[in-house]
């Protein structure tokens, strides 16, 4: 696995989280919203994603009657979702501001 | 929503794929089908998921490597591996609902045949003897080659799923497994297992009564599950 996808992994899961914390969305729309935020995956990498997110309880997925046209599965965040989405802040806050300054340092010294 | 309608709503579906996509999106449906043991109802619900996506995708004009990437075969591999498993109690009645199905059909047609050639044209006995050591040993044996063909099917259409492979080598490699192979080693148990136990006769026209019985069972186990 490259060192990207390996990256994103992790990190694509915090996102769909967030994403999902928002409001419920289902499979394509969950895509779309990735990619209006500029995170470059392809569509369909998100759903054994949400496959695990289910599995491990921390999402629920629900068939619903959408306003125009067909039964769609909604996703929302369960109570451990939240706790989940919560955490990932906490380390992602936590590594964001030292990783970024020993990046910017790097490109001082080149 | 449980899965016999999500089935049903699919196949509806599927209708309005173009022809290269619905060749990739049935082999992906039926190699995501055939993963045995995993749960029934999640998979009917990402299988949905899929075609409502690559629907958009068609509608749109896009290609479907967004969808499944270059290699959907390790695409599928990626989301049965995320799929939850089947509750175990569930599969046992599954596996005992398919062996009653397979006794049920076996002793009524055992049955069937033999009343039309002994009434109808007085071939054969009227009544069948069995030796139970042997019937035993040869019912045993039996289920265990079912399974074994059953497992073994179910590996080669995963196998054939993303290939394009020729009609005629098809046909033929199915025959010689799955025919012949299997048939052949029937005969030669029935031929090879010597007469043991104690013998019991039946008229022939009650194997279709038993049969009969075998297949409510498994009709009955249908239900539960």
Redesign the interface.
Known sequence: MSVRSQLLKGILEGCILAIISKESVYGYELAMKLQGQGIDVSEGSIYPILLRLQKDKLIQGEMRKSPSGPNRKYYTLTAKGYESLASFKKNWNSLKVPVDQLLTEEEEVE | ?NSNILIA?NNE?RKLLDDDNKKLYEDMLLYIRLSYGKSQQ?SE??L???L??LL??QREGKDT?????EDPKR?AD??I????KTLTKKRMMLIFMGLFYFLGVSTFFNGFFHSILYYGFGKLEGSETYYLGTLTVISLVSIGIVFVVVYYVIRYLKWVCFKRINKVVDFGLTAVLFGIIPFSTFLALFYLVPDMGTTITVPVYSLMIIGGIFFALGTLLFKKS
Do not use: S
């Open positions: 929503m709503e579906k999640e619900e990402i949905m998921e899929l409502d996506h958009i995708l490597a967004e969808l499944f990437g695409y990626q989301i591996e995320e799929l939850p």
